[in-house]
C-alpha cells in the first residue's frame, strides 16, 4: 500500500471515529432531557397530590364544621324560617308551630279548626287548643310580647253579616285574643292584627287562618 492509500484509510478511521462520538454525545443529550421532563413531571405530580390532600382536608373541616352547625341549631330549635325544633307547642291538636328568620315562633291554626264558617265565636274543640297553648306561653314566654294575627280568603263575603273580609278577620283574631286572656295571659303582652286576604297561603282553606306570632324577647 502505498502512503497516500494509507493517509486516505486514517482520515476515514478518523472520520468514522468522530461520527461515532457524535451520534453517542446526541444520545446522551436527548437522555437527559428526557429525563429532566421526567423529573419535572414527578415534581409536578406531586405538587399536585400534595394540593389535593389539603382541599380534601379542607373539605372535611367544613363539613364537619356545617354538621356541627346544623347540630347546634336543631338543639335551639332553629335559626331561620321553616323547622321549629321544640318550641313547646308539638302535639297539640291544629297547631302547626313554625320558627320566622328573626327568631320568633309563628303558631298557624286553620279558621275550620277554631270557627264555624262566618262565625266568629271559638269552637270548644278550638278552646282546648288554645288552652294548652296558653299554658305554653305562660311556662316558656312569659315576658315575650305576643300578635294575633287574623286572615281570611279573597272571595268577597256575600253570606254572612260582615262587610268585609277584614274586618271578619279582626274580629276572629280579636276572638282568640280575648279567650287568651281568660286563661291567664296580660293584656299588656297581647295585641291583635287584622290583614283580611292579605300574604294568601296556596289554597283558599288554608288561607282562612288565625296566626299567634310569639315575638322574640328584646335584648
Not at 152 to 174: F, G, V
Amino acid at each position: 500500500m502505498n502512503r497516500n492509500g494509507v493517509l486516505r484509510r486514517v482520515v476515514c478511521v478518523m472520520a468514522l471515529a468522530a461520527m461515532g462520538l457524535g451520534g453517542c454525545s446526541g444520545k446522551k443529550a436527548q437522555f437527559s432531557a428526557v429525563m429532566s421532563e421526567n423529573n419535572e413531571l414527578r415534581q409536578r405530580n406531586s405538587d399536585l397530590t400534595t394540593a389535593l390532600q389539603e382541599a380534601n382536608t379542607r373539605n372535611a373541616s367544613l363539613e364537619q364544621e356545617n354538621r356541627d352547625m346544623a347540630s347546634n341549631l336543631d338543639r335551639r330549635g332553629g335559626g331561620g324560617g321553616g323547622r321549629a325544633g321544640d318550641t313547646g307547642f308539638e302535639g297539640i291538636s291544629g297547631v302547626n308551630a313554625s320558627r320566622g328568620a328573626g327568631g320568633e315562633v309563628v303558631l298557624e291554626i286553620a279558621g275550620e279548626v277554631l270557627f264555624d264558617s262566618g262565625s266568629v265565636s271559638l269552637k270548644s274543640s278550638a278552646k282546648s287548643s288554645l288552652s294548652k297553648v296558653a299554658n305554653v306561653i305562660q311556662s316558656r314566654y312569659p315576658s315575650n310580647m305576643i300578635r294575633v294575627e287574623g286572615y281570611t280568603d279573597s272571595d268577597p263575603i256575600r253570606k254572612s253579616n260582615w262587610k268585609t273580609n277584614e274586618r271578619l278577620s279582626a274580629e276572629r283574631a280579636l276572638a282568640v285574643e280575648n279567650y287568651l286572656v281568660t286563661k291567664g295571659l296580660s293584656n299588656d303582652q297581647l295585641y291583635s292584627a287584622a290583614f283580611g286576604p292579605a300574604r294568601p297561603k296556596p289554597s283558599k282553606k288554608d288561607s282562612r287562618r288565625v296566626e299567634i306570632v310569639i315575638l322574640a324577647a328584646a335584648g
